[in-house]
C-alpha cells in the first residue's frame, strides 16, 4: 500500500473520531451560541428602554417646573386684574392670564403624557426583566451541560488531536491540502472504502477497470463522481476475481 494512502485512511478513521464526539455534543453548541445571542439583544433592549425612561423623566420633571412658574405667572397677572387703571392695562393683563392659562394646560398635557410613557416603560422594562432571567437560567443549565461534556471528552479530543496532527505532518502539503478539502465540503468523510463496485461515499457504480486499479493501492485515486479519496475494501476480493475471471473467459 502506498505509504500516503495509509496515512490517509488513520487520518480519516482519527477525523471521524473527533468528528464524533463532536456530534455527540448535539445541538448544545448551537443552542447556547443561541441563548447566547438571544440574551445580548435583550441587554441591548433593556439598555435602550432605561434610557428612553430616564430620559421621559427627565423631561417631565422638566415639564412640572414649567408648569409651576406658569401657575404663578397666572397667580401674579391675576392679582393685577384688581389694580389696572384702564382698558388697555385690563386688555394687557387678560392677555398675558389666557397665555398663563395656555401654558398651564399644554404643560399639563405633556405631563401626562410623560407619566403614561413612563408606565409604559416600566412596564415594557420588567417584561424584559422577565425574559430576561429565564434566558439566563436556560442559557446557565445548557452551558453547564455542555461544560460537562467537554470536561469529559476532553482528554481524548486532544489525543485524538495530537494523533492527527502527527498523522498530517507526515503528508505532503498538497494531498493534505486535498484532503482538507474533501473533509470539509464533504461532512467529514473524505476516504471511503469501495463497496459492492461503489464509491462508499456517494454510492456511484465503478467502472471494473478502475476498480481493478484501485486495488492496486498504489497512487491516490479519487471518485470521479464525488471526488472522494477511494480506498480498497478487502472484502471486495471476491468480486473482483470473479470480474477476473469473467475477463479470463
Do not use: F, H
Given at each position: 500500500?502506498?505509504?500516503?494512502?495509509?496515512?490517509?485512511?488513520?487520518?480519516?478513521?482519527?477525523?471521524?473520531?473527533?468528528?464524533?464526539?463532536?456530534?455527540?455534543?448535539?445541538?448544545?453548541?448551537?443552542?447556547?451560541?443561541?441563548?447566547?445571542?438571544?440574551?445580548?439583544?435583550?441587554?441591548?433592549?433593556?439598555?435602550?428602554?432605561?434610557?428612553?425612561?430616564?430620559?421621559?423623566?427627565?423631561?417631565?420633571?422638566?415639564?412640572?417646573?414649567?408648569?409651576?412658574?406658569?401657575?404663578?405667572?397666572?397667580?401674579?397677572?391675576?392679582?393685577?386684574?384688581?389694580s389696572v387703571k384702564n382698558n388697555k392695562e385690563?386688555?394687557?393683563?387678560?392677555?398675558?392670564?389666557?397665555?398663563?392659562?395656555?401654558?398651564?394646560?399644554?404643560?399639563?398635557?405633556?405631563?401626562l403624557e410623560a407619566i403614561e410613557q413612563e408606565?409604559?416603560?416600566?412596564?415594557?422594562?420588567?417584561?424584559?426583566?422577565?425574559?430576561?432571567?429565564?434566558?439566563?437560567?436556560?442559557?446557565?443549565?445548557?452551558?453547564?451541560?455542555?461544560?460537562?461534556?467537554?470536561?469529559?471528552?476532553?482528554?481524548?479530543?486532544?489525543?485524538?488531536?495530537?494523533?492527527?496532527?502527527?498523522?498530517?505532518?507526515?503528508?505532503?502539503?498538497?494531498?493534505?491540502?486535498?484532503?482538507?478539502?474533501?473533509?470539509?465540503?464533504?461532512?467529514?468523510?473524505?476516504?471511503?472504502?469501495?463497496?459492492?463496485?461503489?464509491?462508499?461515499?456517494?454510492?456511484?457504480?465503478?467502472?471494473?477497470?478502475?476498480?481493478?486499479?484501485?486495488?492496486?493501492?498504489?497512487?491516490?485515486?479519487?471518485?470521479?463522481?464525488?471526488?472522494?479519496?477511494?480506498?480498497?475494501?478487502?472484502?471486495?476480493?471476491?468480486?473482483?476475481?470473479?470480474?477476473?475471471?469473467?475477463?479470463?473467459?
Open positions: 500500500m502506498l505509504e500516503e494512502l495509509k496515512i490517509l485512511v488513520e487520518l480519516q478513521s482519527v477525523d471521524g473520531r473527533l468528528l464524533a464526539l463532536e456530534k455527540a455534543k448535539g445541538d448544545l453548541p448551537n443552542r447556547v451560541l443561541e441563548l447566547q445571542s438571544q440574551i445580548e439583544q435583550l441587554v441591548e433592549q433593556q439598555r435602550q428602554k432605561t434610557a428612553a425612561l430616564a430620559t421621559t423623566q427627565s423631561q417631565r420633571r422638566s415639564a412640572e417646573g414649567a408648569l409651576q412658574m406658569a401657575r404663578e405667572r397666572k397667580k401674579k397677572y391675576d392679582e393685577q386684574l384688581y385690563y386688555d394687557a393683563v387678560t392677555a398675558e392670564i389666557e397665555m398663563a392659562v395656555a401654558d398651564i394646560d399644554q404643560t399639563e398635557t405633556k405631563i408606565d409604559l416603560l416600566k412596564k415594557e422594562t420588567a417584561e424584559l426583566d422577565e425574559k430576561l432571567k429565564t434566558l439566563q437560567a436556560e442559557y446557565d443549565e445548557q452551558q453547564a451541560v455542555l461544560a460537562q461534556r467537554e470536561r469529559e471528552t476532553r482528554s481524548m479530543v486532544e489525543a485524538l488531536q495530537q494523533q492527527r496532527d502527527e498523522l498530517a505532518a507526515k503528508l505532503r502539503k498538497p494531498v493534505l491540502g486535498a484532503y482538507q478539502r474533501i473533509l470539509n465540503g464533504k461532512d467529514g468523510l473524505a476516504v471511503v472504502e469501495i463497496m459492492r463496485g461503489s464509491c462508499g461515499g456517494c454510492s456511484t457504480r465503478i467502472p471494473p477497470q478502475r476498480v481493478m486499479e484501485i486495488r492496486e493501492m498504489n497512487q491516490i485515486r479519487y471518485c470521479e463522481s464525488c471526488g472522494r479519496i477511494l480506498i480498497w475494501n478487502d472484502s471486495e476480493e471476491e468480486a473482483v476475481n470473479k470480474m477476473e475471471a469473467a475477463v479470463a473467459a
